[in-house]
């Protein structure tokens, strides 16, 4: 391996031939344009956000909608899955047993599962206020963001009981591997992107 060769972490480079590095690389390459294809998208509308944020319609405000104690705990939860599923990849790129990666990703699962709850119980709070995506453009523009990040953390969880599934089926081999690698970043960028929703949506909202 030459010194300026770029390998995927968590992957036992040592035991892999170069086919199998390389298409390796190409996987994780090619999960990197989705993502950035889908942080254009979550883009989109955070703009999107931004221009119809005063338009109330003289309905709810984002200072009377907005439940700030949820919010932060629900990126509290959104923070500890991510360092959770770390230390499953941690686990992984240092050989340990099934049993623990099972353990750090069945946690990472609860958190997101909480985080989840949640969500849909402030979602449930602002529907009881009047809250509904039709009320306003503020409340579409709202209700076109939030939900596609929870959509994503559904996405997202699924994707780890398959891969739980088949980290017991198959074990660490190069294929699971590299789909727990994909996970974790897909994992990770929710995470940043839920960041930017709680900065711009939940903490903007109250002096809005």
Avoid: C
Avoid at 61 to 87: D, H, R, V
Avoid at 118 to 123: A, R
Avoid at 125 to 143: C, E, I, K, Q, V
Avoid at 160 to 189: E, P, S, Y
Wanted: glycine share 10%; proline share 3%; net charge neutral.
């Amino acid at each position: 391996m030459s010194s300026g060769e770029v390998i995927p972490a968590g992957l036992d480079v040592a035991a892999a031939n170069e086919p199998g590095k390389a298409k390796a690389s190409g996987d994780i390459l090619g999960f990197w344009v989705f993502l950035m294809s889908d942080a254009v998208i979550f883009a989109l509308l955070f703009a999107t956000y931004g221009v119809m944020l005063s338009r109330t319609a003289g309905g709810p405000t984002p200072a009377a909608t907005y439940k700030m104690a949820p919010a932060f705990i629900e990126t509290l939860l959104l923070l500890t899955s991510s360092f959770t599923f770390g230390m499953a990849s941690v686990a992984m790129k240092h050989g340990a047993s099934r049993r623990q990666m099972l353990g750090w990703m069945a946690v990472t699962l609860l958190l997101g599962a909480a985080f989840l709850g949640l969500e849909l119980h402030d979602f449930a709070t602002m529907f009881g206020a009047g809250a509904f995506p039709t009320r306003s453009g503020y409340l579409s523009a709202f209700f076109a963001l939030v939900p596609l990040h929870g959509l994503h953390v559904l996405a997202g969880g699924l994707w780890m009981v398959v891969m739980m599934i088949q980290l017991m089926t198959f074990g660490l081999d190069a294929r699971v591997k590299v789909n727990i690698q994909r996970l974790g970043l897909f994992w990770h960028f929710l995470d940043i992107v839920w960041i930017a929703i709680f900065s711009v949506v939940y903490l903007q909202g109250l002096i809005r």
